[in-house]
């Protein structure tokens, strides 16, 4: 079965710094995609970046770059030079080959920028 | 470009009442089709998912169910609402293959009193 682990509940940052939000994950299926959403008090569900397992490089958006580490399954968000609009729920989330379309969330991180 | 609307946005029902939250997807073809739910503070549980017309996959067993009469129509509903029934419903798309994200609806807001 798969498992995405997302330790950190809350996190807190000053408008301008950079942030770092932890996400590991557990499978045994050597293809999978793992997938950043952002998720505002809103609501709605925003994708925000993608890394392939078979990615040779590290995944950038913008500001949004993700820090995968193959062996220690790891796949954690890195926010570059945070903004107050940043404050919102992030979810990691996989996607495993075997599992077909099925996508398995985290328990996300709620994020708070302050001035 | 796709779209992806849902309705209604809020809805507050009593218990034992029927549900019937309904999305649709504009833009593309045979897209798959998600059903999920979040509680308050929570991440977001799949319910169903359908990859075409009439095929639909059911990962929590509950009092909910899921139909998609039309290729990008997809419909969660039940007979009677039960209060833990309660949450954000989520509907979602995406494109097969693990390398494509899924897009998603608005929500909507389910309160069961």
């Known amino acids: 079965a798969q498992k995405i682990t997302q330790t950190q509940p809350g996190m807190f940052v000053q408008e301008k710094e950079a942030v770092t939000l932890d996400c590991t994950y557990d499978?045994?299926?050597?293809?999978?995609?793992l997938f950043w959403y952002k998720q505002p008090s809103s609501g709605e569900m925003i994708f925000l970046i993608y890394q392939g397992s078979y990615d040779q490089q590290n995944a950038t958006e913008g500001r949004y770059s993700l820090n995968f580490q193959k062996a220690r399954k790891s796949a954690n968000l890195v926010i570059s030079a945070s903004q107050l609009g940043d404050s919102a729920m992030y979810f990691c989330?996989?996607?495993?080959?075997?599992?077909?379309?099925?996508?398995?969330f985290g328990e996300g991180t709620q994020l708070t920028v302050n001035p | 470009s796709q779209t992806i609307h849902q309705w209604p946005a809020t809805l507050v029902q009593p218990v034992g009442s029927p549900l019937s939250l309904e999305c649709t997807v504009e833009g593309t073809s045979n897209p798959n089709l998600y059903w999920y739910r979040q509680a308050a503070g929570r991440g977001l549980q799949l319910l169903f998912y359908s990859v075409g017309i009439g095929q639909i996959s059911s990962e929590v067993p509950q009092n909910l169910s899921a139909s998609r009469p039309q290729d990008r129509q997809f419909i969660l509903s039940s007979k009677k609402l039960l209060l833990s029934d309660s949450g954000f419903y989520l509907c979602?798309?995406?494109?097969?293959?693990?390398?494509?994200?899924?897009?998603f609806g608005p929500g909507t807001r389910l309160t069961v009193t």
């Open positions: 499978t045994s299926d050597p293809s999978y995609g």
């Open positions: 989330a996989m996607r495993v080959q075997t599992s077909g379309s099925r996508l398995t």
């Open positions: 979602a798309w995406s494109l097969t293959g693990i390398h494509y994200e899924q897009y």
